[in-house]
């Protein structure tokens, strides 16, 4: 077994992660068990695609890893920001 046939595999089993996660995302009783999720998305997502990029030798994939973290940070930044209490969000008034 070559090192880039044992990438793939790596990679393979982190989709079937996501999709364990996609359940959550589903089923999450609660936003932040569903945003939990979306952060799993996004962090399995770039080990996928880095893995992908040295098994498939494709270094521009490297370059879509790096895109994903960016959107998956703005991510967290919106949630937290719409989410949190309102006495925390700077410019609004609360009730």
Same mark, same amino acid.
């Given at each position: ?8 595999? !790596? $990679? +393979?089993? /982190? %989709? @079937? ?11 999450g009783p609660a936003r932040g068990d ?11 997502? !770039? $080990? +996928?695609? /880095? %893995? @992908? ?19 998956a940070v703005i991510n967290t930044v ?18």
């Amino acid at each position: 077994m070559s090192i880039e046939t044992l990438y793939v595999a !790596v $990679a +393979i089993f /982190l %989709l @079937l992660n996501v999709l364990g996660g996609l359940i959550r995302i589903l089923i999450g009783p609660a936003r932040g068990d569903r945003m939990l999720a979306a952060q799993l998305f996004g962090t399995t997502g !770039v $080990a +996928i695609i /880095l %893995l @992908l990029a040295e098994g498939l030798d494709r270094p521009a994939l490297r370059d879509i890893a790096l895109v994903v973290v960016l959107l998956a940070v703005i991510n967290t930044v919106v949630f937290v920001r719409f989410t949190g209490p309102p006495e925390d969000r700077a410019g609004e008034t609360g009730p």
